[in-house]
């Protein structure tokens, strides 16, 4: 039960933090500061970061929610073999043998795999190194859009300064009219270019924090994983090569 409670935390803390940035843009909102924000950026580039950042966010709380079950079935593994509970770490293993998920699949045949190499004698550090990269394969569209988004906003910021000096090549006099029209289009490209550098570079940073969140429980799975091997006895070992064989 403690160990459930442990797991859900983890998915508790990213709702907190959810919620939060969701108080703070709704409090912005009190000052027009967001409404403001996304009216005069005539590029749209700040409504596109948003709403690709928001998407991202989502993603992350579902990755979130899903692992935590792997970690907790892999953490009850490890607690029922450190304590030679043989009987609930076959109901354990059977948990992993009924699972379609993806996931799960990996983690069974990666366990079975480093079994048998070890039972033979064999270099293990190969497969560890293709489990590492199976189960992190998710984390690189993550970095990618995180990426993504300060790029979109430096995009921005060159637009907003390519409005600015389109403006001042229309002047032909220095008409007092003129000027003030110039001054209103000037300092709505440098909105553009303020708005969208700083919507880039907020939400890039909030959401590598999500993806670093997501990786430290990533690996703690994989060190689970590595945690296992020594408790796996030969009777498991035949149970873990059936069940990848039924996999």
Not at 56 to 82: C, P, Q
Request: with cysteine; charged share 15%.
């Amino acid at each position: 039960m403690l160990n459930k409670h442990i797991t859900d935390l983890i998915f508790i803390k990213w709702l907190l933090f959810f919620f939060s940035l969701i108080i703070i843009l709704l409090s912005a909102e009190q000052y027009n500061l967001l409404s403001s924000m996304l009216i005069n950026d005539v590029s749209y580039i700040s409504s596109v970061i948003l709403c690709i950042f928001f998407f991202s966010t989502i993603k992350v709380g579902f990755e979130l929610y899903y692992l935590k079950d792997r970690h907790l079935n892999i953490i009850l593994l490890l607690a029922n073999l450190s304590s030679n509970s043989k009987a609930n770490a076959l109901e354990n293993i059977n948990y992993f043998k009924r699972s379609t998920n993806v996931d799960n699949i990996i983690i069974m045949k990666y366990i079975s795999s480093i079994v048998s190499l070890q039972s033979s004698n064999k270099n293990t550090e190969e497969t560890k190194k293709s489990f590492e990269n199976d189960i992190t394969t998710k984390l690189e569209t993550g970095w990618f859009i995180a990426d993504l988004l300060l790029k979109l906003g430096l995009i921005g910021t060159v637009i907003g300064f390519i409005i600015m000096l389109s403006a001042i090549t229309e002047i032909e006099n220095f008409d007092l009219t003129l000027m003030n029209a110039l001054l209103q289009s000037m300092s709505g490209g440098m909105k553009v270019a303020l708005y969208t550098t700083l919507t880039g570079f907020v939400t890039s940073i909030l959401l590598s924090m999500q993806y670093k969140y997501l990786e430290s429980l990533v690996y703690k799975i994989f060190h689970t994983c590595n945690s296992l091997i020594p408790y796996i006895d030969e009777e498991l070992g035949d149970v873990l090569k059936n069940e990848t064989t039924l996999l």
